[in-house]
């Protein structure tokens, strides 16, 4: 993966959300705007409730390389990243047509999320 195809998808891509991972629909424009389920992680409880932090989390994930190999079209299945708070977030892609992505926190139980951990930690020294 190079820098350039990287930084490409960071100018691309656009936060979409899911009202699954909401309690407080914040400024997302959902439809509708919060429909929490009991077995989904959710957004509020990292507090982010503005769609410019979702996307700015994205978009850091994408400038450290933390995608996936699948990919949806010319877009990674998932994105990841780390809030300023140290907590994993993982982003999918719902639409290929606008490069829109939802994102939720992955489980502190949850053995990728330490992996997630670990990468981000590796790209920010070397940054």
């Known amino acids: 993966m190079t820098q350039e195809q990287l930084d490409a998808w960071a100018g691309a891509v656009t936060y979409g959300g899911n009202p699954e991972h909401k ?5 997302f424009g959902l439809s509708p705007p919060a429909s929490p389920r009991a077995d989904k992680e959710l957004c509020d409880e990292i507090e982010i409730f503005r ?20 990919r949806v079209g010319e877009f990674p ?22 490069a829109a992505y939802h994102g939720y926190p992955l489980s502190e139980n949850d053995p990728f999320s330490f992996s997630v ?3 981000w930690r590796a790209h920010n020294e070397q940054s």
């Open 23 to 27: 309690k407080n629909p914040g400024d």
């Open 77 to 98: 299945q998932n994105i990841w990243a780390v809030t300023n708070a140290g907590v994993a977030v993982e982003a999918q892609l719902e639409n290929r047509k606008t």
């Open 51 to 70: 769609r410019s932090e979702a996307l700015a989390l994205l978009k850091d994930g994408l400038k450290a390389g933390l995608v996936s190999v699948q």
């Open 117 to 119: 951990l670990q990468a």
